[in-house]
């Protein structure tokens, strides 16, 4: 059973920035591809980043330039730094394994 637990969400100012984490457990984490999506409240669930078990990265044309993706599968933990922060990017973050699971979420808010 695949268990994955996201940290790290938090108030940041527009400019801000923001580390999350996803710490994965119960599968080999180095063989799947990794995924951050986000709900923003009376929004659907909209994809963020990707990072694949060799290293290749994808991102919304929303974050590209400002989001970065990284795993680290010693660690079995799935980074997004999230730099200069924009309102709309409030939203709740979810981790995603293409073995199908997500976690529970953590809430950014983005506002002065």
């Known amino acids: 059973q695949v268990q994955l637990v996201e940290s790290g969400g938090g108030l940041v100012q527009p400019g801000g920035s923001l580390r999350l984490s996803c710490q994965a457990s119960g599968s080999p984490f180095s063989l799947h591809t990794m995924d951050w999506y986000r709900q923003a409240p009376r929004n659907k669930r909209e994809f963020v980043a990707q990072?694949?078990?060799?290293?290749?990265?994808l991102y919304a044309d929303s974050v590209k330039g400002r989001f970065t993706i990284s795993r680290d599968d010693t660690k079995r933990t799935l980074i997004l730094q999230m730099d200069n922060l924009k309102p709309e990017d409030t939203a709740v973050y979810y981790c995603?394994?293409?073995?199908?699971?997500w976690g529970q979420g953590t809430l950014v808010t983005v506002s002065s």
């Open positions: 990072i694949s078990w060799g290293g290749t990265t």
């Open positions: 995603h394994s293409t073995s199908g699971h």
